[in-house]
T-cell receptor, first 120, second 116 residues
Framework: AQTVTQSQPEMSVQEAETVTLSCTYDTSESDYYLFWYKQPPSRQMILVIRQEAYKQQNATENRFSVNFQKAAKSFSLKISDSQLGDAAMYFCAYTKRAPNSGGSNYKLTFGKGTLLTVNP | ETGVTQSPTHLIKTRGQQVTLRCSSQSGHNTVSWYQQALGQGPQFIFQYYREEENGRGNFPPRFSGLQFPNYSSELNVNALELDDSALYLC???????????????FGSGTQLSVL
C-alpha cells in the first residue's frame, strides 16, 4: 500500500523568508503523480503544485517549487518570499497514474499535514 | 475555477442515526470523489463516482454509500453513525474522460459532522 509521510507537524517562517516542507512516500509504482495541497481555515483544499513522476524537471509555480527525488522517494516543497497568506495546513499527496479508461480513478493518499505559521 | 459546493456546512447527529451529505460538482465535471478528514489527519479516500457509477472505493464499511445523479451532483450517506464518524467530509470533482485520467481535482469546503 502507498503511504505518505510528513515528518514536520509544524513549521514557522518569517515573512519574506524561505521555508521547506518535507514529504516522503512509499510506492511500488513507477508512474504516478505527487501533489502539495494547502488547506486554510476555510477548509477548502487548494492545489499548490503537481509533479508527474516521469518528468525529471522539478515543478514550479511562482513562489512555490518542489525538489523531487524519485530514487529517494522524497518530495519537498519550497516556499520563497513567504507571505502572511501562505499560513495554512499543507498536505503532501500521491496518486498512481490512472489507466487509459473512463473516469479519473483518482484515489489520493494524503500525509498528515504540516501546519505552517508565517510571522510578520 | 472552483465551484464545488457542499451542504450543510455543519451537522450534529447522535450515534445510530443516519446522515446524508450533499455535493454540487463544478460545471462540466462528471467525476466526484468523497474524502473523510478526521481531526489532525489528512483526508482519506471514501469512494469515487464517474457517470453515476461507483468507480473506486477506499477502506470504508458498506454503511458508507453514495449516489451520483444525472446532473453529476452527489450524495454521501452514512448509516448507523458511530462516534468515530465525526470528521470533516470533503467532496472533490474533476473532469474524467476516455483519455488518460488524473485530471485536476477541485475541492469543496466540506461538511463538518459531529456525532454525539
Amino acid at each position: 500500500a502507498q503511504t505518505v509521510t510528513q515528518s514536520q507537524p509544524e513549521m514557522s517562517v518569517q515573512e519574506a523568508e524561505t521555508v521547506t516542507l518535507s514529504c516522503t512516500y512509499d510506492t511500488s509504482e513507477s508512474d504516478y503523480y505527487l501533489f502539495w495541497y494547502k488547506q486554510p481555515p476555510s477548509r477548502q483544499m487548494i492545489l499548490v503544485i503537481r509533479q508527474e513522476a516521469y518528468k525529471q524537471q522539478n515543478a514550479t509555480e511562482n513562489r512555490f517549487s518542489v525538489n523531487f527525488q524519485k530514487a529517494a522517494k522524497s518530495f519537498s516543497l519550497k516556499i520563497s518570499d513567504s507571505q502572511l497568506g501562505d499560513a495554512a495546513m499543507y498536505f503532501c499527496a500521491y496518486t498512481k497514474r490512472a489507466p487509459n479508461s473512463g473516469g479519473s480513478n483518482y484515489k489520493l493518499t494524503f500525509g498528515k499535514g504540516t501546519l505552517l505559521t508565517v510571522n510578520p | 475555477e472552483t465551484g464545488v459546493t457542499q451542504s450543510p456546512t455543519h451537522l450534529i447527529k447522535t450515534r445510530g442515526q443516519q446522515v446524508t451529505l450533499r455535493c454540487s460538482s463544478q460545471s462540466g465535471h462528471n467525476t466526484v470523489s468523497w474524502y473523510q478528514q478526521a481531526l489532525g489527519q489528512g483526508p482519506q479516500f471514501i469512494f469515487q463516482y464517474y457517470r453515476e457509477e461507483e468507480n473506486g472505493r477506499g477502506n470504508f464499511p458498506p454503511r458508507f454509500s453514495g449516489l451520483q445523479f444525472p446532473n453529476y451532483s452527489s450524495e454521501l450517506n452514512v448509516n448507523a453513525l458511530e462516534l468515530d464518524d465525526s470528521a470533516l467530509y470533503l467532496c472533490a470533482s474533476s473532469r474524467g474522460s476516455i483519455r488518460r485520467g488524473n485530471e485536476k481535482l477541485f475541492f469543496g469546503s466540506g461538511t463538518q459532522l459531529s456525532v454525539l
